[in-house]
């Protein structure tokens, strides 16, 4: 950022400039900062002169001609200017003491950047340091816990894996609730793009360290721009641009490891714990399990004497994760660039799970006139996704098998090799799948945008921006017979898929400031976006394993399916900012879409904002304050839109049917010419502040979000020949508070010492869902409740006297007393809790010593439930089966009268339904704090690489997700935004070293 | 600047000028229905396609047959005594408990078969006859069209008003509820209860203009089974019904007599029908058959074990099962005893006019709706009211008996009643011949706790409309039937 701002410095000065003067001394020094560090990009200037400068190169070297008497201006953004008397001097070191004041940087805000101080919607920011720090493998991932009020949640270990982000809440029940990603000012794909692998995020194609910021906006004011899509808020990411002056070249490596562990004490049973259990559960059935005539039930002691395996041991292997990336950048006063390329191998924790993936982007810029300026932004990923069956209790799946199959059940044959065995597991075997069969996606991203910014004269900016889209995706499965001992073998699935987005975003922008006080910025724009994907699926229930391709001689057994979907929007808009003398500012924004998604009589919807503030710093009365740097009120309200469903719901449709040896049309969904956009209508008030020397800064935020004309399905009378309608109905409410605090306790030339942490409070409340007192069976929308909630049997306990499962009744409205029953069928239900948490938030710390430094950050939620109702139910099943592995803490069960707080006796074949899914026993607290990086770093000394010409060498090692406290009996307390999963590949921890080098 | 304005000006025009275009995706795999009904073809295939989901399990694949059959003395839950047979289904039905809550499931599937007949009819009368008319299309076959979708939306609230009003009589039908007519499907609307009088008027109408415009030679191109088609002598043949049902005795006469000099459809034969032979062709030809619902396991709808074929099978369910109260009405020689056989032990008694046609392990059966034994008792009961014409009661009735190696019955409305119980069983008549005849519902052998008889002008008559459709439908004329609370 800062170097961004020097270049601008400097471009201001070329155009003042005409030519230099002569009869001069050569000078040159080196610019360094408090901390010692070089100063790249500081303009050195001639006093009095718009026409001698130099530049500091990455070094902070500088050389410039001056006359012997002259004195040197040196500048730079975030620095104090300093001035120097030449004095005949030849040599001329400074160090620059950084200026608190012009730290507050300008930040990207739609269509454009501003001041930090003149910003009156919600914002928060990341700076691309601060992103490329954290070695995550995906720019989403490195965002959890940074921004208050920003929820990232991770449904999977997996590389490669998609995130679920909510920004303030959940504002939607059929709608997206997904944010709305706009990458150097064009909206993108984001979101699972995986055809055959578990999960694909369409951001792996971003390279976190071409990143130089991100901003995210929450509030009405801040996203209003983007309209329609802008209610889940907006992420804006800004790519590296590049830099006027000597090329420079940044080389990355690293190299990690990473592994399973659970930090809650969950665990499996071991085989003697298993087989103890099992012949508990069969004794008490009344069945003899040391009789070999008990079939399935017979269970003795001896299968402990014969090869025992650890399934999950079998399946899983200690992952790896490489990535290497050069850079590069340069430019000069026409022609500008930056390039990335960068080369990444994951091998995840399960055999089979790998994910590679080559990068490259080239960011380019060239002025072709005085007022003409052209560039280019392309970035092209090519990802090879190898992947084993997961995400479900399919058997094949190494996590689910892993957990379930028994000790002693033979993986391998007796040459030793991985098969699958129609006795064991249904017949699969997850080893044999990841050695043998095939499951991969192999997906080209392009996503390229060329720009052109014509100035036609001063203040006024015209520019446009073209973007294109692409996503290719190549896959294939087939099942081997090695790894299949049933139907499944020689099953051979294979699907092509294309995903384009094509954007165009035009805008007018006007900028200039009047009579020194009044500053004025408006701007008028166009943009329009066609979106489609086709996929074509190609499926064969058996193909010769000689030949695993779809016969082509004999077509009768392959199936051929299609998909098509389309989507269009085209919207105008206008934006206004006013600020008087930088102490008021005032923001309009108007914007009107039409979508293609909503009814022929509504595709238009207008969204608006209005905001403003108070910059009290700025008045004459703070103005010099020394322990008051800043203070500022913010207000906003506005209105955005939700189009997030998937196309054609507006339509009257027709289907196919089949009767009578004629396939026929029959209407399949009802036309509603109305339908449109869900709203969002969000106030939002806020204070910045910055004291003691801007030591502490921070800011909090409170807001009220409501969404009105949700999109439900309306119940209608049955007389239309439909018993429901896809329409806007129903509203909701999330309401608010976010704090942000950064504090340097220790800030001198040798060390800091600074700690920093978000915290934000959310809740939401359905307000109405069309006249509908709830939507939903187990996991229910219910008015006056949030987004999710959970409606199960109440559960009370283990009976003391029997060990037998017992269940609320009924519970006395007056005297609180518990109606007990031992019948799951007389059990009462209830509304148990919900996965939203009511507080997330992260804190940091950071010391840094001469060229050391060491990094710690925290990640929490707390105050929801998760429900892990689909392994518990079979694998903490009381007996009801004895044919899996179960929880180690299953062994806790229900032993001698008098015992309680266990688990109910365990009985084989029971029928009790102590296990059933929607009980409220398997509804833990998912509270956590987690340890999500550990960093220790350290700068090389540069007048040690100077020597070799190294401006910067950095080593780093970080410890990720290396503990996680919590309470949830389950390998992770994260299960997505549900709270429910099944099968997922768990959280891994892993640590992380690498070397970065600069020259 | 001015110049700059007014580019930008013109290309904002030109923009929001092709905006509507640009904002139209339609979606390929599946099509809208402005498109759909704006060719011919799509206005064939969208009629075809409407006859599909008589088929549903909530009609004509099982429960519009076993709803009836089961609540009178022609069905038995066999399952109360033996244990194979007891899936717990049916068991409202046996008993005649109906709420609101748990009712008919006639009601949506019945008015969806409704929409998709208006939507063809609405089609053709909006954009006009003549748009649909081309080289390759005559007027004709558009008309054929509207013959068949006429008959499908009259058919279809003859079913309902059969299920949801009490029986029709002259003396109330001005007064009486029928149920809601929709010629015109819309999602807005929340239309009231027609009078009885006026809903027969509108079935009425509907048949009567469908037999006016049909070709008299028409029958669905592609049809596997051209008896599962509307025809002109369907509608005759349905009118008759119609007008039997309201006691429009001449017209009644003389739309069965029609369809029976129709010359088209020949009595079965005792050899016919012996164990169901006849009940149980993929395709009939020749024979007895007006009218059926086509049913095969590849149909969109009504496959799967809860057809009427698993339900009263020995061989799946068998919840469904006979009564000796129907077996015992044969004389020794009637071939329609055959019909109705015992499991492989001996136990319960089933019947074999749904058994599946041989065709694959999960099988399925077509559902008969109008044959021509049942135009003969038309005729018949039509003659011994009074309509006149070259026809007998006598006659009519002995030519049943003699096809069946059975007595004549007396040329009596009893006798009448006693052949339409005997030759009718299992199609979904008794209940409905009972309640429009003003017949108590009696029987003897019955299973479990249920009631032995529905009295004449018991609530239980009229099934009651889904509680569901008055929390959407506030009309003031939109009521629920008496008997089951609000």
């Known amino acids: 950022m800062r170097k961004i701002k020097s270049f601008f410095a400097v471009v201001a000065l070329l155009l003042a400039g005409t030519a230099a003067f002569a009869q001069n001394v050569q000078v040159n020094g080196i610019i360094k900062d408090a901390n010692g560090e070089a100063v790249a990009g500081a303009a050195i200037q001639l006093k009095g002169s718009t026409t001698t400068y130099a530049m500091t190169d990455a070094l902070g070297g500088y050389k410039i001609s001056v006359p012997s008497n002259g004195t040197l201006v040196v500048s730079c953004l975030g620095y104090k200017t300093a001035e120097i008397a030449v004095g005949g001097r030849q040599v001329i070191n400074v160090t620059l003491e950084t200026d608190s004041t012009v730290l507050e940087e300008t930040i990207v805000v739609a269509y454009g950047t501003v001041k930090r101080e003149a910003v009156t919607g919600s914002v928060s920011s990341v700076k691309g340091e601060t992103i490329a720090a954290t070695p995550v493998t995906s720019v989403d991932k490195a965002l959890a816990g940074k921004l208050a009020g920003v929820s990232i949640s991770a449904t999977s270990g997996q590389p490669g894996a998609i995130t679920q982000i909510r920004i303030r809440g959940n504002g939607s029940i059929n709608a997206s609730n997904a944010p709305l990603w706009v990458i150097d000012g064009i909206p993108v794909l984001t979101g699972d793009v995986s055809f055959i692998s578990n999960q694909n995020s369409a951001l792996t194609g971003l390279n976190p360290n071409d990143i130089e910021n991100i901003t995210v906006l929450k509030d009405a004011a801040a996203a209003a721009a983007y309209g329609s899509r802008a209610a889940n808020g907006v992420i804006l990411v800004t790519t590296k641009s590049g830099k006027e002056g000597k090329s420079q070249f940044n080389v990355r490596a690293k190299f990690g490891v990473n592994w399973l562990q659970p930090d809650s004490g969950f665990r499996m049973m071991t085989a003697s714990e298993f087989l103890n259990w099992s012949r508990d559960a069969i004794s008490n059935a009344g069945i003899d399990p040391d009789n070999p005539a008990s079939g399935s039930y017979y269970r003795p002691l001896s299968l402990l004497n014969g090869k025992l395996y650890n399934p999950l041991h079998e399946f899983t292997r200690l992952g790896t994760t490489q990535e290497y990336e050069v850079s590069a950048n340069g430019g000069n006063n026409k022609a500008k660039y930056f390039s990335s390329f960068s080369y990444q191998k994951d091998q995840g924790v399960f055999y089979g799970v790998e994910f590679q993936k080559l990068q490259g982007r080239i960011n380019a810029s060239y002025k072709l006139l005085s007022n003409l300026e052209t560039g280019v932004r392309f970035n092209l990923a090519y990802t090879e996704q190898s992947d084993v069956p997961m995400q479900s209790l399919y058997s094949a799946s190494p996590i689910w098998a892993g957990q379930t199959i028994l000790p002693w059940m033979p993986l391998q044959d007796e040459e030793g090799n991985y098969v699958g065995n129609s006795a064991v597991n249904s017949g699969e075997n997850p080893r044999a799948t990841a050695e043998n069969d095939e499951k991969w996606d192999h997906t080209f991203h392009l996503n390229g945008t060329v720009n052109l910014k014509w100035t036609p004269f001063k203040n006024l900016d015209i520019e446009t921006r073209n973007s294109m889209e692409s996503f290719f995706v190549n896959s294939r499965t087939w099942y081997t017979p090695t790894a299949h001992d049933n139907v499944y073998a020689n099953q051979l699935d294979t699907y092509d898929r294309q995903i384009h987005q094509l954007t165009t975003s035009n805008t007018i922008t006007y900028t200039n400031t009047f009579g020194g006080y009044h500053n004025l910025r408006a701007l008028v724009g166009q943009e329009a976006m066609r979106y489609n994907s086709s996929s074509t699926e190609a499926y064969s229930p058996e193909v010769d394993p000689n030949m695993p391709y779809h016969n082509t001689a004999d077509q009768t057994t392959t199936e051929i399916s299609q998909a098509f979907s389309a989507e269009t929007m085209l919207s105008f808009f206008a934006i206004a900012d006013y600020n008087y003398d930088n102490r008021y500012f005032f923001q309009a924004n108007f914007r009107r879409d039409g979508s293609s998604l909503f009814g022929a009589d509504n595709k238009w919807g207008n969204f608006w904002s209005v905001s403003a503030s108070w910059n009290i710093s700025n008045e004459d009365f703070l103005r010099n304050s020394r322990n008051i740097n800043l203070l500022k009120l913010r207000a906003s309200y506005g209105v955005n839109g939700n189009n997030g469903i998937s196309p054609y719901q507006a339509y009257g449709l027709y289907g196919t049917t089949i009767y009578n040896g004629i396939t026929g049309y029959l209407p399949s969904q009802l036309e509603n010419r109305v339908l449109s956009w869900e709203r969002n209508l969000t106030a939002n008030f806020g204070l910045d502040f910055g004291f003691f020397n801007n030591r502490l800064n921070g800011s909090i935020d409170v807001y009220n979000r409501r969404t009105n004309d949700l999109l439900l399905t309306k119940q209608i009378p049955q007389t239309s020949g439909f018993s429901t309608i896809f329409s806007n109905v129903g509203s909701m409410v999330n309401g608010g508070v976010e704090l942000q605090l950064e504090y340097n306790i220790i800030q001198n030339s040798n060390m800091l010492w600074s700690v920093g942490g978000n915290v934000a409070y959310n809740k939401t409340q359905i307000i109405d869902l069309g006249g509908d007192e709830y939507i939903g069976t187990d996991v229910r929308q219910v008015v006056g409740m949030g987004r999710y909630t959970y409606y199960l049997y109440d559960y009370y306990g283990v009976n003391p ?83 899996r592995n179960q929880f180690a803490s299953a062994l806790n069960y229900w032993k001698q009268p008098g015992d309680t707080g266990c688990n109910p006796r365990p009985v084989a074949g029971n029928t009790s339904n102590s296990n059933d899914w929607t009980i409220d026993r398997w509804l833990e607290n998912a509270s956590y704090l987690r340890v999500k990086d550990i960093t220790l770093s350290y700068n090389l000394p540069q007048t040690l690489t100077r020597k070799v010409g190294i401006a910067n060498c950095r080593f780093y090692v970080s410890g990720l997700n290396l503990y996680c406290f919590n309470d949830v009996n389950f390998w992770d307390p994260e299960q997505g935004v549900t709270g429910i999963t099944a099968g997922q590949y768990p959280m891994t921890k892993s640590v992380v070293g690498g070397v970065e080098i600069t020259f | 600047m001015k110049k700059y304005i007014i580019i930008a000006i013109a290309a904002l025009a030109a923009l929001t000028a092709c905006d509507k275009e640009f904002l139209t995706e339609a979606p390929k795999l599946s099509q809208s229905d402005v498109l759909t009904l704006s060719t011919f073809q799509g206005l064939d295939m969208s009629t075809a396609g409407a006859y599909s989901p008589m088929g549903s399990t909530n009609w004509y694949g099982a429960h519009f047959i076993l709803d009836n059959e089961m609540a009178t ?86 079913d309902l008003v059969r299920t949801y009003s009490m029986p029709y009589s002259s003396a109330t039908a001005a007064t009486a509820w029928g149920v809601p007519y929709i010629k015109v499907s819309d999602s807005e609307a929340q239309p009231p209860r027609e009078t009885m009088e006026n809903t027969y008027k509108y079935i009425i109408d509907d048949l009567l203009e469908a037999e006016s415009v049909i070709d008299p030679d028409y029958v669905r191109a592609g049809a596997k089974d051209s008896r599962s088609t509307v025809t002109l002598e369907v509608i005759q043949a349905m009118l008759a019904r119609v007008y039997l049902y309201s006691q429009q005795w001449q017209k009644a006469g003389d739309y069965a007599d029609k369809v029976i000099t129709s010359g088209k459809y020949t009595m079965w034969t005792p050899a016919d029908l012996k164990n169901a032979a006849c009940y149980r062709v993929d395709v009939p030809t020749g024979g007895e058959v007006i009218f059926e619902i086509y049913n095969n396991t590849s149909q969109s709808y009504g496959t799967g074990n809860e057809n009427v074929w698993g339900m009263t099978s020995y061989e799946a369910y068998g919840d ?123 029987r003897t052998d019955i299973a479990g706790n249920v009631p032995t008889t529905i009295p004449v002008g018991d609530y239980r008559w009229a099934k009651p409309i889904p509680n569901r459709e008055f929390t959407v439908n506030h009309n003031d004329n939109f009521v629920q039937n008496d008997g089951y609370g609000e």
Request: with cysteine; hydrophobic share 35%.
């Open chain 2, 73 to 158: 003395g022609n069905g038995k839950r066999w399952g109360i005594i033996f244990d194979d047979y007891e899936s717990g289904r049916y068991t409202d039905q046996y008993a005649v408990n109906y709420t609101p809550n748990s009712t008919s499931p006639l009601w949506g599937q019945a008015y969806y078969v409704i929409s998709a007949a208006n939507n063809v009819l609405n089609a053709i009368e909006d954009n006009g006859i003549d748009s649909y008319i081309s080289t390759s299309v005559s007027k004709q076959d558009i008309e054929n069209l509207r013959a068949e979708c006429l008959f499908l939306r009259a058919f279809s609230h003859f």
């Open chain 2, 320 to 442: 469904c099962g006979v009564s000796t109260d129907l077996t015992n009405l044969f004389e020794e020689n009637d071939v329609r005893a055959t019909l109705y056989s015992p499991d492989p032990d001996g136990n319960a008694l089933f019947t074999l006019k749904y058994f599946g046609k041989g065709l694959g392990a999960l099988d399925a059966n077509n559902v008969i709706i109008l044959r021509l034994s049942e135009m003969y008792l038309i005729r018949a009961e039509a003659a011994i009211n009074g309509a006149k014409g070259d026809y007998s009661a006598t006659s009519d009735l002995k030519t049943i008996a003699d096809n069946r190696g059975a007595t004549a019955q007396p040329a009596t409305q009893t006798g009448v009643n006693d052949e339409r119980a005997k030759e009718l069983a299992w199609e979904a008549h008794l209940w409905f011949d009972l309640a429009r005849t003003g017949r108590p519902m009696t």
């Open chain 1, 801 to 883: 006297y029997n060990g037998e499962a017992l269940w609320v009744a009924s519970i006395d409205e007056k005297t609180g007393e518990k109606t007990l029953t031992n019948d799951y069928n007389k059990a009462r239900r209830y509304y148990a809790g919900s996965p939203e948490p009511k507080f997330i938030g992260g804190f940091n710390t950071t010391f840094q010593w001469k060229g050391f430094s060491l990094a710690a950050f925290f990640e929490f939620k707390a105050g929801h439930q998760v429900l892990i109702w689909n392994e518990n139910h079979y694998l903490q099943n009381d007996g009801q089966s004895v044919a």
